[in-house]
């Protein structure tokens, strides 16, 4: 099991530019949910899907951040017109979705720097 | 074994009162980090504490890395604090947070 992947590990972009972060949940894991980390604010909830479809998205700043699942093995977090304050890591975590206390395994992240 | 240890697992609270809930860590914490599940399953983040205490309306969150402790505070409950309230800590050197294994708070009438 390799657990939650990733990709890219870092990304660079300039202002103004489009990032996407791609996120690989555990096999068998229905639910996915984005995270977003600084050092100010910690971990920040952004959206969350259960079996591909979204459920929550009250953490998603309302311009510029989508995020989608078109299968069950992906998902991907695209910021449109980058700026710096999107400097951030940002978290990828999948869990079994079965509503209990369950654990959240996360990804490594993605540490995007918007120059 | 467990490193982070939260308690109570369930709290019944008449509205308008208040208790604390307490998280003890097995071994020295960077920061914790205090949440709550919302009805839609979602862990939405109320604290975020390298240190000290922080407040927001009728919470107040404290932690202590030397004493491995964190602990939330609700005061003057209302029902819709009801809910599941995770705490969880990032062990030195890691961002990967743990988490405790979480409080069913009820606020009654």
């Known amino acids: 099991n390799a657990g939650v992947i990733q990709t890219p590990r870092h990304k660079v972009t300039g202002k103004g530019q489009e990032a996407t972060l791609w996120c690989e949940p555990i096999s068998g894991h229905s639910a996915v949910f984005w995270y977003r980390q600084t050092i100010v604010q910690g971990l920040e909830f952004l959206t969350y899907f259960r079996n591909q479809a979204p459920i929550d998205d009250s953490g998603m700043p309302k311009e510029r951040f989508s995020a989608q699942m078109p299968n069950q093995s992906h998902s991907t977090l695209k910021i449109q017109s980058t700026q710096p304050q999107d400097s951030a890591v940002y978290l990828c975590?999948?869990?079994?979705?079965?509503?209990?206390?369950?654990?959240?395994?996360f990804g490594s992240g993605t540490r995007l720097t918007v120059l | 074994g467990d490193q982070v240890e939260q308690s109570p697992s369930a709290l019944s609270l008449h509205e308008g009162t208040g208790s604390a809930l307490r998280c003890n860590f097995t071994?020295?914490?960077?920061?914790v980090q205090w949440f709550r599940k919302n009805s839609r399953g979602s862990l939405i983040n109320l604290f975020y504490?390298?240190?000290g205490t922080k407040e927001n309306g009728r919470l107040k969150s404290a932690f202590d890395s030397k004493e491995r402790y964190s602990t939330l505070h609700i005061r003057d409950a209302q029902l819709e604090d009801s809910g599941t309230y995770f705490c969880?800590?990032?062990?030195?050197?890691?961002?990967?947070?743990?988490f405790g294994s979480g409080t069913q708070l009820t606020v009654m009438p």
């Open positions: 504490l390298a240190s």
């Open positions: 969880a800590a990032a062990s030195s050197g890691s961002w990967q947070l743990i």
């Open positions: 071994t020295t914490m960077r920061a």
């Open positions: 975590a999948s869990s079994l979705g079965t509503n209990s206390a369950e654990t959240l395994y």
